[in-house]
């Protein structure tokens, strides 16, 4: 009542409200950071705070003033805050594997602040690109939006991203966050992602823009498999198949990339803990390969070797284990805890406690974050405005667009034609999905367009779920589906798994359609009276060998997990909007390879004594559903080799069948490969042009085939253009022998793009 007398006290009163509650959101929210001169102008006096010097200089002074309980406390994920260093508490741990996570304590939404961020589709999906300048383009808008995210208090500044594992066997749960099964294009994305993450624009490699780090180092590919968990599982990996495979993406994102980080695994390896490990971590990872950041541990991966693989005693032992290997960084507490007691028990020197710290500090300084007030610095003026964009939105689209895979089109069924089309059954337990098609490691995304909202935008829809989930354990929804069909002028399927079926710690155990699902796409089929179109939609490959043979079943396509967007990309496919140009970044195999194969057997190469038929297109020869590489499109592309030579002289002196990689005469051992590609079809679309080689059989275990190179072209109907490839033949057409060492086998290797096949024989 004294409001209505008094109008102005009310305005007054919601003014007050709302200014509370924005001072009190932007108290509660500010980035974190030292060295905040301004409010503190005594941090003038440190070496540390001092811009003017070298990173080196000014960690070294740091880490002198430091006692052994504060550098305890700022090895571990969550570190301590030294006050009287005005150094404040960092969290260390915040994902970024396809948009900005709340997976990682260290960031997160709130709806006041920051709501969500652009999630992009699942890796898997968006490495079927086979598009390097979309791995960049994407890592490059996350890291805007997680700068942006960082300078209002509400993210950090160290990625954990990306999972640059090797995915070796279709079970495994964690495949949709990788780059898929080989180690060409798993280092190709690792470097580009990396680089996008990092990158300040200033060319500057002294300066990050973010803190990237490549896990999980290494061999780890199996989470919870029957009855063995990746906390317990021993990886028994050949010399050879760890330099040939498991290897190779973390020392190009080392090398090539400059990342900031190395994230050791859970499992062991050859009867040795990863982490605590020093070959792997010390001799490898920062002395042959230099790297120029911070080592961590996966998440209580120290806590792991103590209570689960009992591998010391006490846990002060498995510290120093940890400490002496290599380790910088424990994601957990274990080194906060247990540290101290180990130097004083003469376990490990404090100098390797200063080691961890040097490195961590020195990432951190490159970030900036010993510059103080973020505000001041060179992304300062990145904010909320700049997350979720409209552009950004834009190419999340675009990349499920680039990564849909079209694997069958029986009589042109695809594109449909929206005019024609009175009405549209969509169909399945995936057809209005949402958080399904972000997957693993998403955060809050801007907003969801489901396959179900997609396809309505420009025709009439019918839509039954057909089942209640995607586990699809019964069959009483069956019957309205089937009547969708029957009345529909064309229908389209949206099945597959969810992660239910497959996430971390959690592995699949078939890989065929779950439950009932293929029953539910027979009987579909069957009922339909216009063409049926098949969406799968998964992490991982699906054995679909039933509808591939069904001619009632005309397309099929695949989607992967598609991110926020992946609704709108998939009707851009359907509807002939977008010419599909995705390739299988990983092999399907058949559900009978899940029935005979044990996930646990990590050998790529096949042993015809025990009929183990080997992993991956590399090395596996038996019965697939679909290949790696393997994509349709609604045209046809036509390659012409231009230029390759016949032969090439080796210059040296020797008789053998093969030299090693590391020969000085590598240097100028090079050739180039031209083609020219032709769109003979009817529709404008990216073409990827994928070079393999058949090397000779002359090293023992030699891949059948390996891929050399990619790229991607974009083409008009009847167009044509150029594509070069420049061959470093140690680096791309070497292959492992038995003790891990890269040679090049002389004798005839055989190129391959395409139906293109050219001979070219290697020759002292």
């Keep these: 009542m004294a409001f209505q007398e008094r109008p102005h006290l009310f305005i007054l009163l919601v003014v007050c409200i709302f200014l509370s509650i924005f001072l009190s959101v932007s108290a509660q929210y500010t980035p974190s950071y030292a060295c905040d001169i301004d409010g503190n102008p005594k941090l003038k006096e440190f070496a540390f705070c001092n811009t003017s010097l070298d990173v080196r200089t000014r960690v070294h002074d740091l880490v002198k003033r430091m006692t052994l309980h504060e550098k305890a406390g700022s090895i571990v994920s969550a570190a301590d805050k030294i006050d009287r260093l005005g150094i404040p508490s960092y969290g260390w741990w915040s994902e970024a594997l396809h948009g900005v996570s709340d997976t990682g304590p260290a960031t997160w939404f709130d709806k006041n602040v920051v709501p969500g961020a652009t999630s992009y589709p699942q890796v898997i999906l968006t490495a079927a690109s086979f598009n390097e300048s979309l791995f960049y383009t994407i890592a490059k808008v996350v890291s805007d939006e997680a700068r942006a995210m960082y300078n209002t208090g509400v993210a950090g500044l160290t990625y954990w991203s990306p999972n640059v594992n090797i995915y070796r066997d279709p079970r495994w749960g964690r495949g949709q966050e990788t780059p898929g099964e080989d180690p060409v294009l798993t280092s190709r994305f690792g470097v580009a992602y990396v680089k996008g993450l990092q990158e300040t624009g200033d060319h500057n490699k002294d300066r990050l823009k973010l803190g990237a780090c490549c896990k999980h180092y290494t061999a780890y590919d199996l989470d919870n498999w029957t009855s063995v968990d990746r906390f317990h599982f021993n990886a028994i990996v050949t010399k050879q198949d760890l330099e040939d495979t498991y290897n190779p993406p973390f020392k190009s994102c080392v090398i090539d990339a400059n990342v900031a980080s190395i994230m050791c695994s859970f499992n062991k390896l050859n009867g040795k803990p990863t982490c605590g490990d020093k070959e792997l971590l010390q001799d490898t990872v920062r002395g042959k390969w230099k790297l120029n950041g911070y080592i961590s541990s996966d998440c209580d991966s120290l806590e792991v070797m103590f209570n689960d693989q009992k591998w010391e005693k006490t846990p002060e032992q498995v510290a120093a284990d940890a400490l002496n290997a290599g380790l910088d960084l424990n994601c957990g507490d274990s080194l906060k805890k247990f540290t101290e007691k180990a130097v004083k028990n003469g376990l490990v020197n404090e100098s390797a406690v200063d080691r961890a710290v040097t490195n961590n500090f020195v990432t951190l300084m490159r970030l900036g974050f010993f510059d103080g007030n973020p505000s001041k610095q060179i992304f300062g003026k990145l904010g909320k405005k700049d997350i979720c964009t409209t552009a950004n939105q834009d190419l999340a689209r675009e990349a499920a667009r680039q990564g849909i895979v079209l694997l069958k089109n029986s009589l042109g069924s695809l594109p449909l034609v929206p005019s024609y089309i009175k009405t549209l059954a969509v169909i399945g337990p995936n057809a209005n999905a949402t958080k399904t098609m972000i997957g693993n490691y998403a955060g809050v995304p801007c907003k969801y367009t489901t396959p179900l909202q997609g396809l309505s935008d420009s025709v009439k829809t019918i839509y039954e779920p057909g089942c209640t989930d995607v586990k699809c354990t019964s069959t009483h929804m069956f019957e309205n589906a089937t009547k969708a069909a029957a009345t529909a002028d064309a229908v389209v399927l949206?099945?597959?798994?969810?992660?239910?079926?497959?996430?971390?710690?959690?592995?699949?155990?078939?890989?065929?359609?779950?439950?009932?699902?293929?029953?539910?796409?027979?009987?579909?089929?069957?009922?339909?009276?216009?063409?049926?179109?098949?969406?799968?939609?998964?992490?991982?490959?699906?054995?679909?060998?039933?509808?591939?043979?069904?001619?009632?079943?005309?397309?099929?396509?695949?989607?992967?997990?598609?991110?926020?967007?992946?609704?709108?990309?998939?009707?851009?496919?359907?509807?002939?909007?977008?010419?599909?140009?995705?390739?299988?970044?990983?092999?399907?195999?058949?559900?009978?390879?899940?029935?005979?194969?044990?996930?646990?057997?990590?050998?790529?190469?096949?042993?015809?004594?025990?009929?183990?038929?080997?992993?991956?297109?590399?090395?596996y020869r038996g019965e697939t559903v679909y290949p790696f590489g393997y994509g349709l499109s609604y045209s046809l592309y036509v390659h012409h080799l231009i230029k390759a030579p016949t032969h090439l002289q080796v210059p040296i002196n020797k008789t053998d069948t093969s030299f090693s990689a590391t020969d000085g005469v590598c240097n100028k051992l090079t050739f180039d490969v031209d083609i020219i590609v032709t769109n003979i079809g009817k529709m404008s679309g990216s073409h990827t042009v994928l070079l393999f080689s058949y090397p000779p059989q002359v090293i023992h275990n030699s891949p059948h085939k390996q891929l050399l190179d990619f790229k991607k072209v974009q083409l008009g109907p009847w167009n044509h253009t150029s594509v070069s490839f420049k061959i470093d033949v140690c680096k791309q057409m070497s292959v492992v022998d038995k003790d891990g060492n890269r040679k090049v086998a002389l004798g005839r290797h055989v190129l391959q793009i395409g139906d293109l096949k050219h001979n070219i024989s290697f020759k002292v």
């Design 494 to 619: 949206v099945m597959g798994t969810d992660l239910s079926i497959e996430h971390e710690a959690l592995d699949r155990i078939e890989i065929d359609l779950p439950g009932q699902q293929n029953l539910l796409v027979s009987e579909v089929a069957y009922a339909a009276r216009g063409p049926v179109i098949l969406v799968i939609m998964s992490g991982g490959g699906i054995d679909v060998t039933f509808a591939k043979c069904n001619p009632k079943i005309t397309s099929i396509l695949w989607v992967g997990f598609p991110g926020q967007e992946g609704g709108g990309a998939l009707a851009d496919v359907i509807y002939g909007r977008y010419n599909p140009g995705g390739r299988l970044p990983m092999t399907w195999y058949p559900q009978s390879y899940a029935e005979n194969i044990a996930m646990t057997n990590m050998n790529m190469r096949a042993d015809p004594t025990t009929s183990y038929p080997g992993r991956s297109y590399r090395f």
